[in-house]
């Protein structure tokens, strides 16, 4: 059984920073890219950043690119985040998941990703 477990997440001022860790567990972690996704209030919930399984690309929204990192250690199968610079509209419950094909380079679709992680919680006050 595939489980993803996110950590990390919390309330920041802005300007500060966070890192997101997500823990990955019944599946060949090294053979997937891997996502980060947020969900807004009230909103969709959309890509943030995704590594490829080879860890030698990386992909972001525009609107984090130059903030945000994404980064993988495969020997402890986890994926990271680290959020720089939070604005206030980067508040979101944040999700992490693995693309649904092995050895693929991910896409920014979040109907290919299909093991998710169950969410933590990043809060920015202005």
């Known amino acids: 059984q595939v489980q993803l477990v996110e950590s990390g997440g919390g309330l920041v001022q802005a300007g500060g920073s966070l890192r997101l860790s997500c823990a990955a567990s019944?599946?060949?972690?090294?053979?997937?890219?891997m996502g980060w996704f947020r969900q807004a209030p009230g909103k969709e919930r959309e890509f943030v950043a995704a590594?490829?399984?080879?860890?030698?690309?990386?992909y972001y929204v525009d609107s984090v690119e130059g903030r945000y990192t994404i980064s993988r250690d495969n020997a402890k199968n986890t994926v990271y985040l680290q959020m720089n610079s939070l604005k206030p509209e980067d508040t979101a419950v944040y999700y992490c998941?693995?693309?649904?094909?092995?050895?693929?380079?991910?896409?920014?679709?979040?109907?290919?990703?299909?093991?998710w992680g169950q969410g933590t919680q990043v809060t920015v006050s202005s």
């Open positions: 998941a693995a693309y649904g094909r092995r050895f693929y380079t991910p896409s920014r679709v979040i109907s290919e990703y299909n093991n």
């Open positions: 590594i490829s399984w080879r860890e030698r690309n990386t």
């Open positions: 019944g599946l060949p972690f090294s053979n997937y890219a």
